[in-house]
C-alpha cells in the first residue's frame, strides 16, 4: 500500500434544496470521512490505499463497503459490526459561506475501533500511515487504536501523516482536543493544519510561529492551510508560500483539506519539491470546492495537469 489510513466513514444526506435543513424533504445520500476522502482521492490519482475500519453491518454499511470499495480502496481491514450502527450525518449548505454539518455518529461502530482492528504487516508495509484528528475524538479506544498504529508505523519506519482535522462538536473539551492533538503531532512526521487550527491549538503567534512550535517537536514537514489564500510550508531548511488557485464558484467548501492531503501526499509518493507538492495540494483543494460533495470533485492527475495549464494560461 502506498497510504494506508484509519477512521470513520458516514453516510451523509444532504438536502437538496439550500436554506434552512429544517424546510428540506428530499436529501440526496452520498458518502464521506476525512479518511476516506483522502483515501479515495489518491486512489483516483494513480495510488493504492487501504482503510482500516469499522462499519455496521446494516443496509447503510454495505452501501459504504461497495462505493469505497469501487473507487479501488482496498478494504480487507474493515470489520463488519452485528451489534451497532453505520454513523450518519448531515451537511447543511445555507448558502455558499455558511455550510453546517450535524453528526449521528456517537456510539456507532466505528467509534468502537480498538487495537485489534490493526494488524501489525498491513501498518508496516506501507509508505505512510495517515491520521486525522477526528478518530481520537472519538471515543478512548479509538485514541489508543490511533496511538498504538502510530507506535507500530514509528517502529517499522513508517512516515506518519497527520492532519489535525479539529472537528470541535467532537471533543469534550478545547483543552482536551489541544492536548491530544499535540500528543500525536509529536509523534508525526509531516502535519498538515489549518492556520485556524494551529491558533486554537497554540492561541496567537505569527505562522512561522506555529511551524516552529510543530518542527521543534518532532515533524519534518509542516503546511499551514489558509483556505482560499494558500499554504505554508516548512521543512528544518526550507520554507515558503504558494497561492491558492482562483475558483469562479465555491459550492461546497467541506472536504477541501482532505482534497489538499491527497494532492499533497501524490507529490511526495512521486518525489515532487515541497514547492510543487504543496501547488498539486492547492489545485486539488480548489477542484473540490467546485462540486457538492467530499469526494465527487477529487480529480484524475490528468485533470490537476489541466486545471493547472489552465490556470497559467488562462485559456478555456
Ligand atoms: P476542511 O474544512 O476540509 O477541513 P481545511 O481547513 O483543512 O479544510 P482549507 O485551508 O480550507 O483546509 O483548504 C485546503 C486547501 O484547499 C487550501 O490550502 C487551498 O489550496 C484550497 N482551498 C480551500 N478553499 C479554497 C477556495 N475558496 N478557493 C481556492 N482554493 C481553496
New binding site residues.
Partial sequence: MDVVTIGESMALFTPNTEGKMRYANTFSRKFAG?ETNIAIGLQRLGYQTGWISRIGEDELGEALLSFVRGEGVDVSQVTRDASLPTGVYFKELRHEQDVRVYYYRAGSAASQLSQKDIDEKYIANARYLHVTGITPALSETCYETIMYAISLANKHNVPVVF?P?IRVKLWSSKEKAREVIKTIAKRADIV??????AQYIFGDYTISEYANFFLENGPSKVVL????K??HYFTKNESGFVP????DR?VD????????AAGFLSGLLEGLSMEDAVTR??A???M??MVNGDVEGLPSMEEIHYFIQRDKEDVR
Avoid at 467548501?253 to 489538499?260: L, M, N, Q
Fill in positions: 476525512a492532519d482535522n498538515l493544519p489549518g492556520v485556524s487550527e492551510k489558509e483556505g482560499s494558500g499554504a491558492s488557485f482562483s475558483v465555491v467548501p467541506v472536504g477541501a483539506g482532505d482534497g489538499f495540494g492547492n486539488v483543494g480548489a473540490v470546492t
